[in-house]
Every structure is written in structure tokens, then in C-alpha cells.
């Protein structure tokens, strides 16, 4: 499955996947948006999708907020490895 060779090159480096840490909800979330996102892309009066989609951008917005005030380095290690923020040139 997609999500969990995903999950298992992200956190190659531990030995033991913690389901409940931060860092591996983020990505969980990640997975399934950009799932979301490419499902409503073909099928774009899909309302109820569409409200998944913003709880679980909600959700990840306030994990990341999280672990951006919790450890600078983690949250910066884990955006660049996702991808999901741009880098901002100030």
C-alpha cells in the first residue's frame, strides 16, 4: 500500500514506528489529504469530501503549530521532507 511505504521511508532511521507521535500523525494526515485533494480534482461537487478535507487541514495546521513551538528542528526537518510548506526568502 501507498501509505505505508510512504510512512516507512520517513522514518527509516527509527526502529520502532510510534503511531502516536506528532511527526507520524502529520504524515498520516499529509497521506490522506493529498488523497482528498486528488479525488476532488475529478470529482468537484463532492461536498462531504470536501469537509473532510478541511478538518483534516485543520487538524494538521494545529499539530504542526504544535510541534513548530515544541522543537524548531523536528517541525523544520519534517516540512522540507514532506514538502508541504514554501520556503519563505526574509
Do not use: A
Not at 501507498?2 to 521511508?9: E, M
Not at 478541511?54 to 516540512?79: A, P, T
Request: glycine fraction near 4%; avoid cysteine.
Amino acid at each position: 500500500m501507498v501509505k505505508n511505504s510512504f510512512i516507512s521511508v520517513i522514518f527509516q532511521e527509527k526502529k520502532e514506528e510510534n503511531r502516536g507521535s506528532v511527526e507520524f500523525q502529520i504524515v498520516s494526515f499529509t497521506n490522506k489529504i493529498r488523497r482528498l485533494t486528488s479525488h476532488l480534482e475529478l470529482h468537484k461537487k463532492d461536498y462531504l469530501s470536501q469537509r473532510g478535507l478541511r478538518k483534516i487541514l485543520g487538524k494538521r495546521q494545529r499539530l504542526l503549530s504544535y510541534l513548530s513551538k515544541k522543537n524548531k528542528i523536528r517541525y523544520k526537518e519534517l516540512i522540507s521532507e514532506l514538502d508541504i510548506r514554501e520556503s519563505r526568502n526574509r
